[in-house]
């Protein structure tokens, strides 16, 4: 099916744009056709403008994955600081029992 676009597009050089739609809605004289060269060129800067999205959605992806192993760090690195002061304030919490205990044992 595409060797029959690409042999009638080489044959005739352009194609008819017949549709308003197809032209942003503009008004267009009767029988206005598009040369092939045209085509080609919107379609290869069409190609170029997807590529540049790909690529920046390429840095994206990069920038969010360092982001999130920057914040996961940050995050551990606080866990640890809370567990060791929690380790801290069981341990005295453990000796004020003890002295608690032989207080009252007297």
Avoid: C, W
């Amino acid at each position: 099916m595409m060797m029959f676009y690409f042999i009638l597009f080489t044959t005739v050089n352009g194609f008819l744009l017949d549709n308003q739609a197809s032209n942003g809605g503009q008004s267009l004289p009767p029988d206005q056709y598009m040369t092939l060269s045209k085509f080609y060129e919107e379609e290869k800067r069409l190609q170029q403008k997807m590529e540049n999205l790909q690529q920046d959605t390429t840095l994206l992806r990069h920038d969010v994955d360092n982001s999130f192993v920057l914040l996961t760090n940050q995050l551990q690195q606080k866990l640890n600081l809370l567990d060791m002061k929690l380790a801290v304030i069981e341990k005295n919490n453990a000796t004020n029992q003890d002295i608690l205990e032989l207080v009252e044992k007297k």
